[in-house]
């Protein structure tokens, strides 16, 4: 078995999920007591976040480079950033690296190819949604048509992460809020949905809407799932 190094803690809500769902995978691949062989450098959020909303990319980029860094000194074979908005600086960590990064939206883009999905929604922070790194790397590398939501339901989208859900605070008005935005990307023709941030997967599941939901963070656990049970 491979060893996985997280990049966590963006926020460790998402990231304690992202935990689990390695382990559970795992354990059902090769039953018995096995658990996921895992190292995990866990950033504040408070730092992180700051930098994100003043602008300072290249900052925020530099302390993952470094925590990536030491991932791989301590024996990591490969690299997760447990987030999708800090994807934003994968090149940054990948430059920083001898092992491999295994990327979010590859994982999730792939798995929307083989579902026969072309067309597709995109929820998640502000960053996300509106910058390229993410959507572009959709577009550019597997031919996906994305959608997004309009501008007040993305800062609605945005707001409800930092306030809420990165905080572990799980409200039924924000569930139908979110549950509004994917009706009305649905609308508009979006076959499914990308639930762009890993802490969104806490709020809404699919048994709270008809639209195909293409959860990020149990897409990229699972990816990282079969890298790390794949032969060297």
């Keep these: 078995m491979k060893t996985i ?7 460790w809500e998402s990231t304690a999920h992202y935990y689990r769902l390695i382990n559970e995978g795992i354990k059902e691949a090769l039953g018995g007591l096995h658990s996921g062989k895992i190292l995990l450098h866990s950033v504040d959020f408070a730092e992180i976040e700051q930098l994100q909303h003043q602008g300072k990319w290249d900052q925020a980029g530099q ?4 925590a990536a860094r030491s991932l791989e000194l301590a024996g990591a074979d490969g690299v997760m950033i447990c987030t999708n908005t800090m994807h934003k600086v994968a090149p940054v ?29 995109l ?29 007040l339901q993305r800062t609605v989208v945005h707001d409800i992460i930092y306030n809420e859900l990165c905080l572990g605070s799980i409200q039924d008005a ?12 649905t609308e ?45």
Excluded at 5 to 11: A, V
Aim: net charge negative; with cysteine.
């Design 93 to 121: 960590v990948e430059q920083a690296l001898s092992i491999p990064l295994l990327h979010i939206a590859d994982a999730t883009a792939q798995a929307l190819v083989k579902a026969g999905v072309s067309k597709v929604g």
């Design 174 to 185: 924000s569930r139908q809020a979110y549950i509004d935005i994917i009706h009305n990307l």
């Design 123 to 151: 929820m998640g922070t502000a960053f996300t949604m509106e910058q390229d790194f993410y959507k572009g790397r959709l577009v550019e590398k597997y031919a996906l048509d994305v959608l997004i939501p309009d501008d």
């Design 63 to 66: 302390v993952l480079a470094n």
């Design 5 to 11: 190094g997280m990049l966590g803690g963006m926020s």
């Design 188 to 232: 508009q023709g979006a076959k499914a949905i990308i639930l762009g941030c890993t802490e969104i997967g806490l709020l809404v599941q699919q048994e709270h809407v008809a639209t195909p939901l293409f959860d990020t963070t149990a897409i990229h656990a699972a990816e990282v799932v079969r890298w790390m049970l794949e032969s060297n």
